[in-house]
């Protein structure tokens, strides 16, 4: 575990739950898990978020995963990112120890999925995937996570402990009014396809990835 981030004054007013539902679901290496999916009333965003629960969560400081919408990586298996591996291994993590999923409908760090895929051109032209953000005149990264607090809120979580490598993300919670007592890595997912775009990550918002040393291949 890392250190906790640092603790800020919360917001008010919290969200409710509109509705309740089990979720089977099929994990990556053919097990099952059972999940409760929620969706909410009067989140501030007014977007589509889900939050899904497993087992037993921790009740002092439960885990949760905020995991952004990717369809390309998420449904399609794009090996341009590492989105699909992580929300698998999240899944996998949450359905052995207990916790909350957050699916967040943040497509492309908040652009859109249309937009996000003109991104892809250009990084295809040379930018990197923040560079080819600011080139379509948006922010390197757009998510507000206010919503995600406010499911939490009406989930009756206030104190967390975070699967995440983006240190925006705690940053925010804790602003929110979500204490973030401990931060867990996520696994490091690289390879041929996306290693650039990891880069980037790690350079441009201190993503805390191990990735591998090429500074040695030919």
Same mark, same amino acid.
């Given at each position: 575990?890392?250190? #906790? ?6 917001? !008010?007013? &919290? ?20 999940? &409760?999916?929620?969706?909410? /009333? ?49 899944? /996998? ?20 999925? +249309?937009? !996000? ?11 990197? &995937? ?14 507000? +996570? ?24 705690? &940053? ?12 867990? #890595? ?14 980037? !990550?790690?350079?441009?918002?201190? /993503? ?11």
């Amino acid at each position: 575990m890392t250190a #906790p981030c640092a603790h800020v004054i919360p917001l !008010k007013d &919290t969200p409710s739950v509109r509705t309740v539902a089990q979720l089977p679901i099929h994990l990556a290496d053919g097990r099952e898990a059972s999940s &409760t999916i929620y969706s909410f /009333h009067g989140l501030s965003d007014a977007k589509e978020h889900v939050a899904l629960r497993f087992g037993n969560p921790d009740s002092e400081a439960p885990l949760v995963r905020l995991h952004s919408e990717c369809m390309t990586g998420d449904v399609f298996g794009s090996a341009r990112c590492d989105c699909g591996p992580q929300l698998q291994e999240s899944l /996998h993590r949450l359905h052995e120890d207990g916790g909350y999923l957050l699916y967040m409908r943040q497509e492309g760090r908040g652009i859109g999925l +249309y937009r !996000k895929l003109d991104a892809y051109r250009l990084q295809e032209q040379g930018h990197d &995937t923040f560079a080819a953000n600011r080139a379509l005149g948006h922010g390197e990264d757009e998510r507000d +996570y206010a919503a995600a607090a406010e499911m939490l809120k009406a989930l009756g979580v206030t104190r967390i402990t975070l699967i995440t490598n983006n240190h925006d993300k705690c &940053t925010q919670l804790q602003a929110l009014g979500i204490d973030v007592v401990a931060v867990e #890595p996520t696994g490091v997912f690289s390879g041929e396809h996306n290693l650039r775009y990891l880069e980037a !990550k790690v350079r441009h918002s201190r /993503h805390t990835l191990a990735l591998p040393d090429t500074s040695q291949e030919n």
